[in-house]
């Protein structure tokens, strides 16, 4: 299982590998399928996207464009998740990182109503503490460190 599901559109490659590493940096297994596919075989690329779509806690979405969100198989992505949420099948959150000019006003309505960040030094704080459990953003714990900070 996923702590955080990586959707974006082909021009984005760049932003959502910054994105995985960042995360991974902050301790979060983060499905990515440039290298999840690779490491799994194309033969496995729609049941291995479907499986961790379906059991990942949150969901991840790279914009850098109006038009990057509103790709197919991003789309696809995150109305699948929003469905989910809706239906009380999840409780997990969705987040939109904004790159370059994007803003939240150009997003799709159904994901403008979802929290977004700019993907700055201020937004990559917040993203770290959006995605890190309860107890985490309490004490503030360092996993790569051992460390534990209030």
């Known amino acids: 299982m996923y702590d955080v599901f990586i959707s974006f559109a082909s021009e984005d490659l760049?932003?959502?590998?910054?994105?995985?590493?960042f995360l991974k940096q902050n301790g979060l297994a983060a499905f990515f399928s440039d290298v999840t596919?690779?490491?799994?075989?194309?033969?496995?690329?729609?049941k291995a996207r479907k499986d961790a779509l379906a059991?990942?806690?949150?969901?991840?979405?790279i914009?850098?464009?109006?038009?990057?969100?509103?790709?197919?198989?991003?789309?696809?992505?995150?109305?699948?998740?929003?469905?989910?949420?809706n239906a009380g099948n999840r409780n997990g959150?969705?987040?939109?990182?904004?790159?370059?000019s994007m803003s939240a006003d150009k997003l799709p309505p159904s994901l403008r109503q979802?929290?977004?960040?700019?993907?700055n030094r201020k937004g990559r704080e917040r993203l770290a503490d959006f995605f890190r459990p309860p107890i985490q953003q309490i004490f503030r714990i360092d996993?790569?460190?051992?460390?534990v900070y209030w």
């Open 143 to 147: 996993i790569r460190q051992n460390r």
């Open 93 to 100: 959150y969705i987040l939109t990182v904004l790159f370059n």
């Open 37 to 46: 596919l690779v490491q799994k075989g194309d033969s496995q690329f729609p």
């Open 114 to 119: 979802h929290e977004s960040v700019c993907w």
């Open 14 to 21: 760049g932003y959502a590998r910054g994105g995985r590493e």
């Open 55 to 61: 059991t990942a806690k949150h969901l991840l979405v």
């Open 63 to 85: 914009a850098s464009s109006p038009e990057s969100p509103c790709q197919r198989w991003v789309e696809h992505e995150w109305n699948y998740y929003i469905t989910e949420r």
